[in-house]
């Protein structure tokens, strides 16, 4: 099925062990970006990318790493967690490297991470 | 400071009757929005979109109203349906990135 797959679905991490959230998606999307949902907040951007190689950051990127070295895939590392990265995290894509009014973004199902 | 705001965190409508969830924007750089539909344990899905050269877009049920010189917008889907109680995230985008609120939850009373 053609969309964005994000895993694992659930994790959770003791304070200060690293691990990568994967995305993928399959529709040859140039744009693909991270958020974190959280309550009251809405969704705030991590890091996204306009093409493979390049990445930039968004609003909250601290204690969070990424790389785009296929089309396909855009994995978040979380370099050492701690408790204020328990969130949902959603990845999205979308064709243009522009946003399009059209449909907007793809997103994926998300990861529910815990860090006690 | 949010730079985008949906200050009602819920709204219960009556199923058949207008839902009415509103949203509004400080930058006045902002000249794409878009509504997102949210279910739990799902990514949110795209509703409807509107630039900032139009004040209205409709899609079915789905209305969305921008008011550029107020900095308003707003979703109206009348008539309401069970299966449209969701959380309902507006978004604004400068080009390059889209700027999300915190949700409006409604909930569609049967």
């Known amino acids: 099925n053609a969309g964005v797959t994000q895993t694992p679905k659930f994790q959770v991490l003791k304070t200060g062990q690293s691990m990568t959230l994967q995305c993928a998606q399959d529709m040859n999307h140039e744009y693909m970006s991270w958020y974190r949902q959280d309550p009251g907040m809405g969704l705030r951007l991590i890091h996204y990318?306009?093409?493979?190689?390049?990445?930039d950051q968004g609003e909250v990127p601290n204690g969070y790493n990424v790389s785009r070295s296929t089309t396909e895939d855009f994995p978040l590392r979380l370099l050492s967690a701690a408790p204020s990265q328990t969130s949902v995290y959603f990845c999205?894509?979308?064709?243009?490297?522009?946003?399009?009014?059209?449909?907007?973004?793809?997103f994926g199902s998300g990861t529910r991470l815990t860090v006690v | 400071d949010q730079q985008v705001k949906q200050n009602s965190p819920s709204l219960s409508v009556q199923e058949g009757r207008i839902s009415i969830l509103n949203c509004d924007y400080t930058n006045s750089m902002f000249d794409y929005f878009l509504w997102y539909k949210k279910y739990p344990a799902e990514g949110p899905t795209f509703l409807i979109s509107i630039s900032s050269i139009k004040d209205k877009n409709e899609d079915g049920r789905f209305t969305v109203f921008l008011n550029k010189s107020a900095k308003h917008l707003s979703l109206h889907i009348v008539p309401s349906q069970p299966g449209d109680s969701a959380v309902y995230f507006c978004a604004a985008s400068d080009g390059q990135n889209f700027v999300f609120g915190p949700g409006t939850r409604l909930s569609v009373l049967p």
């Open positions: 999205a894509s979308s064709y243009s490297s522009s946003p399009s009014p059209n449909y907007g973004y793809t």
């Open positions: 990318s306009v093409g493979a190689g390049i990445t």
